[in-house]
Structures are given as structure tokens and as C-alpha cells.
């Protein structure tokens, strides 16, 4: 497995072809959810840990607090310092949805890894190419590796230096794009290579287009009920 992980980044055209001739749907269906559960549990630790890091700022010690205090305020108790402190955090924790926001990413991350290899797969059909689907999700598995070890790094560094964990976590985005398209044009074997970016721009085009209309209509809806509730509030 760490031969495979370090041939992704040393010979990553000729591993995800490799990988892809395996055809195993067991190792892939396996990989595909321990991306997606990773992603998950980072994402949730990265939103705790912004949230504890808002909780220290706001109450950094008793003796801060108090010394912020209007010269008319009474200053509080060590007690009274730590169940407010306690509150601010649920309040925040509650507001968060830490479990829901756990299983949407799960949902959204899988998902996207299945996506991919779907788009792949429409786009072979198109140009008459002899390739299943158990390939074209383990190219898009090696991709969302790439991705994974980027979104990684982005989530340590941007508790050291934000802008080091963005331009890694862009730099291994552009690595992983790049690596699937090479290893898919070189997988399909199409002689008309005008025919295959016609058929690409067509099929991403679709699928742009599908995620425009979910999104302005997701947008609409949102707006229509923050009206109705503004209009609400105004008769109350």
C-alpha cells in the first residue's frame, strides 16, 4: 500500500493505470469509503478546534475578562467565569452541527469520488472505449488519494502558516487533476483526439450545468425563506 501511495506521486500516470487494470471492486469500494470517512473526521476536527480557538479567544483568563469590564459592571467569579465559558462553547458546538456536518461531508465526499469516475466513464462510451466503471473509479480514487494528502496538510498547516497549507493543498489539486486526465487519455487509447475533447467539453458542460441549476435553485429557495420570515417578523 505505501509502495502504491509513493507511486501516485513518483510515477503517477503509469500507477493509476496500473491500479485501474486491477479491477478489484472489493479495494476500491474500500479505499472509496476510507477517503471519504478521513475527509469526514478531518473536516470535524478542524471545525472543533476552530471552534475551541474562538472559545479561548473570547475568555482568554478571569483576570482579562474582568479588566474588560465597564468601571459600572460587576466583576464575575472564577465559577461564573467557567460556566460562561462552558455556555459560549455549546452555543457555538449547537450552532455548528458538528454530527450533521459530519455525514453531509461524508455524503458530498463520496459522492464527488463516484461523480468523477461516472463522468469518466460516459466520456469513454462516447469515444467507443472498451473501459468499465471499476476502472474509472479506481483512477478517481487515486485522484481523491492526492486530494486527501493535500486537504491534509492544508488542515496542520493552517494552524502554523495558512498560506503554506493553501499553496500545498492547490499544488496536490493541479497534481491530482492532471495525473487522472494523463492516465485517462493514455488508458482509452483514442486515435481522434479532436473527438475525445469534444465529447469532454460536452459531457463536463452537462454536468456543469446540473450543479448551476441544483445550486441557483438551492440559493432561491433560501432567499424565499429568509423573505418570508422577514415578512413574518415585520407582521409580529
Known amino acids: 500500500m505505501l509502495g502504491e501511495l509513493l507511486g501516485l506521486f513518483k510515477y503517477p500516470v503509469t500507477t493509476f493505470t496500473k491500479r485501474a487494470e486491477e479491477r478489484n471492486i472489493k479495494k476500491e469500494a474500500i479505499i472509496a469509503a476510507i477517503i471519504t470517512v478521513v475527509v469526514a473526521v478531518v473536516s470535524l476536527?478542524?471545525?472543533?478546534?476552530?471552534?475551541?480557538?474562538?472559545v479561548k479567544a473570547k475568555y482568554k483568563s478571569l483576570d482579562d475578562y474582568n479588566d474588560k469590564l465597564y468601571s459600572w459592571e460587576e466583576e464575575i467569579t472564577?465559577?461564573?467565569?467557567?460556566?460562561?465559558?462552558?455556555d459560549y462553547k455549546s452555543k457555538?458546538?449547537?450552532?455548528?452541527?458538528?454530527?450533521?456536518?459530519?455525514?453531509?461531508?461524508?455524503?458530498?465526499?463520496l459522492?464527488?469520488?463516484?461523480?468523477?469516475?461516472?463522468?469518466?466513464?460516459?466520456?469513454?462510451?462516447?469515444?467507443?472505449?472498451?473501459?468499465?466503471?471499476?476502472?474509472?473509479?479506481?483512477?478517481?480514487?487515486?485522484?481523491?488519494?492526492?486530494?486527501l494528502l493535500g486537504y491534509l496538510l492544508n488542515a496542520i498547516f493552517s494552524y502554523i502558516y495558512m498560506p503554506i497549507g493553501i499553496i500545498l493543498f492547490m499544488a496536490a489539486l493541479i497534481f491530482a487533476v492532471i495525473s487522472l486526465a494523463s492516465a485517462f487519455r493514455e488508458s482509452i487509447e483514442v486515435d481522434d483526439t479532436n473527438k475525445l475533447v469534444?465529447?469532454?467539453?460536452?459531457?463536463?458542460?452537462?454536468?456543469?450545468?446540473?450543479?448551476v441549476i441544483i445550486a441557483t435553485s438551492y440559493v432561491n429557495n433560501?432567499?424565499?425563506?429568509?423573505?418570508?420570515l422577514s415578512n413574518l417578523t415585520t407582521m409580529l
Open 45 to 54: 476536527l478542524t471545525s472543533y478546534i476552530g471552534i475551541t480557538k474562538a
Open 78 to 86: 472564577k465559577d461564573e467565569f467557567k460556566e460562561m465559558k462552558k
Open 92 to 109: 457555538l458546538l449547537e450552532n455548528a452541527e458538528l454530527v450533521k456536518t459530519f455525514f453531509k461531508t461524508l455524503a458530498i465526499t
Open 111 to 147: 459522492v464527488a469520488i463516484v461523480l468523477v469516475a461516472g463522468i469518466l466513464f460516459v466520456i469513454a462510451r462516447m469515444v467507443k472505449s472498451p473501459k468499465d466503471y471499476i476502472e474509472l473509479l479506481s483512477m478517481s480514487n487515486s485522484a481523491f488519494i492526492i486530494y
Open 198 to 211: 469534444i465529447c469532454s467539453s460536452l459531457v463536463l458542460s452537462v454536468v456543469v450545468a446540473i450543479l
Open 222 to 228: 433560501l432567499l424565499s425563506s429568509l423573505g418570508g
